[in-house]
């Protein structure tokens, strides 16, 4: 009987676009699979819910669904094949490294655990030197940046590295940061170009040579991304993930198209309603840089649902108000990644 219970609640899932209703519709099935102590619907329901919530900005069931996979797997090995979860395992690799409250030694332990999963399962350690990659992006740590792409690029690509056109965005990063504009433009060519793409390239490219070119002086390059970028978050308008995209574009017309940013900031803002993460700290960053093109009497309309950090019954925000909570969110972010990682990356980001 409950098995045809969870089937309807497929069949419901199968009739939503929203990414948020199918989350909410696949916790039902799995309180069911687990009210009835059901290990194999439990485990696909939560691949299920790993698979629906990527495609949010924040991702709060995923971590504990994946752990209760990871341990039902181990308890369980006759029923269940490792490799349909190492994907998802790179994915949680990067929620850890997202969250600030998760310790250094918890981080190298899972990705130990991630590597050893790789290694018997016939994969190599490309994936493992894509997570320290990203993670050297992220501080901005050009000595790390440069000795985790020689590890990248010196293993095979194989089946768990991370796309090609996710490879290329973070070459494009690299360069960015060790070379220069220029350099970084060139090499994404071929991703403007659409020869590589995933669900967040050629985007993430865009945005982020549009934002560095105009803050540079190259506004012209600046404005041929700006374009691009603003054509693909129009095709993913509703698609909470672009979410980090779409406040960074925000910022660049705050710098070029005040009026334009501003809109931009009240459509986005609202949708930043999560934990305390390294997203939040760039959209943070992203928001207190535009705010301060703009005047100081100047005043936003946000709509907040009541879970949003600065919701307080009221759509009505100075400039000041916002630049003043935004602030101290970057800042106690910043201070908590910096504690972790024992350096003061995050916290000179909010200098530069």
């Not at 797997?73 to 929620?95: A, C, G, I, T, V």
């Not at 009240?266 to 005047?295: H, N, Q, S």
Request: glycine residues 2%; contains cysteine.
């Amino acid at each position: 009987m409950y098995a045809l219970k969870i089937q309807k609640i497929l069949n419901q899932i199968d009739r939503v676009d929203s990414a948020e209703e199918k989350v909410k519709l696949v916790l039902q099935a799995i309180a069911i699979a687990d009210e009835n102590h059901d290990l194999e619907w439990g485990y696909d329901l939560r691949l299920d819910l790993l698979n629906y919530e990527i495609d949010l900005a924040f991702s709060p069931e995923s971590l504990p669904a994946f752990a209760w996979i990871l341990q039902t797997y181990d308890e369980n090995p006759e029923l269940f094949n490792e490799e349909d979860f190492l994907w998802q395992y790179k994915w949680m690799m990067s929620d850890l490294y997202e969250n600030p409250d998760v310790s250094k030694a918890q981080i190298e332990a899972a990705l130990k655990d991630f590597e050893t999963r790789l290694l018997r399962n016939g994969y190599g350690m490309r994936a493992i030197y894509n997570e320290e990659f990203s993670e050297a992006l992220a501080q901005k740590d050009t000595t790390a940046i440069q000795e985790s792409l020689t590890k990248v690029l010196s293993v095979e690509r194989d089946d768990m590295s991370d796309c090609l056109a996710c490879e290329m965005d973070a070459e494009v990063s690299a360069i960015l940061y060790t070379q220069g504009f220029t350099a970084a433009y060139a090499k994404a060519t071929p991703l403007f170009e659409k020869k590589f793409t995933c669900a967040h390239v050629p985007l993430r490219t865009a945005v982020n040579l549009a934002y560095e070119g105009q803050k540079l002086g190259f506004s012209e390059q600046a404005a041929k991304a700006a374009e691009l970028a603003s054509t693909e978050i129009l095709l993913k308008e509703k698609e909470k993930s672009i979410t980090l995209s779409a406040i960074k574009l925000a910022l660049y017309y705050a710098y070029t198209d005040k009026k334009k940013g501003k809109e931009w900031l009240e459509k986005y803002i609202p949708w930043v309603d999560g934990r305390e993460d390294r997203t939040v700290f760039y959209v943070a960053k992203f928001v207190v840089d535009a705010l301060k093109e703009y005047p100081a009497d100047e005043v936003f309309h946000l709509e907040l649902p009541e879970t949003h950090q600065l919701f307080k019954g009221d759509t009505v925000f100075t400039k000041t108000e916002l630049q003043d909570n935004y602030a101290a969110i970057a800042q106690r972010i910043a201070a908590k990644f910096d504690q972790r990682n024992g350096n003061a990356h995050f916290s000179n980001q909010l200098i530069a």
